[in-house]
């Protein structure tokens, strides 16, 4: 029995049971949140640092969030500061004791989805390809391969900004529904719809493979 007993310095995180794990997980989660309000608490008082620890802590997120939707490099970089600044520059609205990173992915993705229509109304011919704009952001840590992009690239704005907000930012649909100000049954919708059409371009696209 004791050679079946492994030290717990031994032990990898995934033979923890998983109440220790939701119990770690939840540990880390309460210290971020700790550090953020402490970070906001400073900026709201004109501290840099906290806002630059601010900016650090949501950056890359805000970013992901804005390129899934608009599928620019450029564009998603204006997006998420512009969004960054609109969110410290209302800091003193904000209530510290809610998280902010929904907040702040509210602002980006519907600034995203806003610029999103606008192109497509424009039909602008000089946007590129988003197969080489998917490879240069490959190096980054892009969670999604190149075919998913491109065809997440097919959506319409409101079908990618949804599948973002749940499947990269991992919101609930309720959730979803607060930061769009739409119907629950809206969002459920366009989750069921975008992910429908996600899986036949992709299928297609593994046909003409």
Do not use: C
Not at 43 to 63: I, N, T, V
């Amino acid at each position: 029995m004791a050679r079946d007993l492994r030290s717990s310095a031994e032990r990898r995180p995934d033979d923890e049971p998983s109440w220790q794990q939701r119990s770690r997980k939840n540990r880390v989660l309460a210290g971020l949140r700790a550090d953020e309000r402490a970070w906001i608490a400073g900026a709201q008082a004109g501290s840099l640092p906290d806002l630059e620890a601010l900016f650090r802590q949501h950056w890359p997120r805000a970013y992901r969030a804005a390129y899934l939707v608009v599928h620019d490099g450029a564009a998603a970089e204006d997006i998420a500061q512009e969004a960054m600044l609109s969110a410290i520059r209302t800091l003193d609205r904000f209530d510290r004791r809610r998280p902010f990173g929904p907040w702040l992915h509210r602002i980006v993705v519907n600034r995203a989805i806003d610029w999103a229509r606008a192109s497509a109304l424009r039909a602008e011919a000089d946007e590129p390809a988003l197969e080489l704009a998917a490879a240069g952001r490959a190096e980054e840590g892009e969670p999604y391969s190149q075919p998913v992009l491109a065809a997440l690239g097919e959506l319409s704005p409101d079908h990618r900004a949804v599948i973002v907000l749940r499947h990269l930012l991992e919101y609930s649909p309720r959730e979803i529904a607060r930061m769009l100000d739409l119907p629950r049954g809206t969002v459920n919708s366009r989750l069921r719809r975008g992910l429908d059409q996600l899986a036949n371009r992709l299928e297609v696209d593994e046909d003409m493979l």
